[in-house]
């Protein structure tokens, strides 16, 4: 099983109804602060945010993404129990494998090996993550960005990796709000 997939399964598996966290957020800083990331938690309201930051020069790049999933509905209509991960043909089933936690595991093992193969590299990375987004979203990315704008930090680029699909990923792009871009590092 690759790294990846491990920990997507490990977030999966935590109980995240928007706004809570069950621990997904302490869970990533754990594979950053080894790395070297400067980690800033943010607490708005019951909403758990962070900010973590590895350089200080530009260009930063962000990935950028939430933690909370939204209710599960009534369970009799699940065909596997939410927070227990399935593989099954090939396609990993749980609530949040969609949106967005397979993503956020893919930032942190990407890094982890993207740090480890250029430990003295240019630019600065950064991760903006909060448990706010499939509720009221007051509380999350939009404040911890006010904090960060008002020391002036910038980004100079942002990956949001939530997938918006109608029939297969990446049939759709929304103008002005989210975009795809494949590619192969």
């Given at each position: 099983?690759?790294?990846?997939?491990?920990?997507?399964?490990?977030?999966?598996?935590?109980?995240?109804n928007t706004p809570e966290d069950a621990g997904c957020q302490e869970l990533m800083i754990s594979r950053l602060e080894p790395l070297g990331f400067k980690i800033e938690r943010m607490r708005f309201g019951n909403v758990n945010?962070?900010?973590?930051?590895?350089?200080?020069?530009?260009?930063?790049?962000?990935?950028?993404?939430?933690?909370?999933?939204?209710?599960?509905?009534?369970?009799?209509?699940?065909?596997?129990?939410p927070f227990e991960p399935t593989i099954k043909d090939g396609m990993l089933y749980a609530r949040g494998a969609?949106?967005?936690?397979?993503?956020?595991?893919?930032?942190?093992?990407?890094?982890?090996?993207?740090?480890?193969?250029?430990?003295?590299?240019?630019?600065?990375?950064?991760?903006?993550?909060?448990?706010?987004?499939?509720?009221?979203?007051?509380?999350?990315?939009?404040?911890?960005?006010?904090?960060?704008?008002?020391?002036?930090?910038?980004?100079?680029?942002?990956?949001?990796?939530?997938?918006?699909?109608?029939?297969?990923?990446?049939?759709?792009?929304?103008?002005?709000?989210?975009?795809?871009?494949?590619?192969?590092?």
């Amino acid at each position: 099983m690759s790294n990846t997939l491990e920990l997507a399964i490990d977030l999966l598996k935590r109980q995240s109804n928007t706004p809570e966290d069950a621990g997904c957020q302490e869970l990533m800083i754990s594979r950053l602060e080894p790395l070297g990331f400067k980690i800033e938690r943010m607490r708005f309201g019951n909403v758990n945010n962070f900010y973590a930051r590895r350089g200080t020069t530009s260009p930063l790049i962000v990935f950028a993404g939430h933690t909370d999933v939204v209710p599960t509905g009534p369970l009799d209509k699940w065909h596997t129990p939410p927070f227990e991960p399935t593989i099954k043909d090939g396609m990993l089933y749980a609530r949040g494998a969609a949106d967005m936690k397979t993503s956020l595991a893919a930032f942190i093992t990407s890094i982890e090996e993207f740090v480890s193969e250029n430990p003295n590299h240019a630019g600065s990375i950064g991760l903006l993550i909060t448990s706010d987004e499939e509720g009221v979203a007051i509380d999350g990315t939009v404040k911890v960005v006010e904090v960060l704008k008002a020391r002036n930090e910038h980004f100079d680029y942002c990956v949001v990796g939530e997938p918006t699909s109608n029939k297969v990923v990446g049939d759709m792009i929304k103008n002005g709000r989210r975009g795809s871009l494949s590619g192969k590092l």
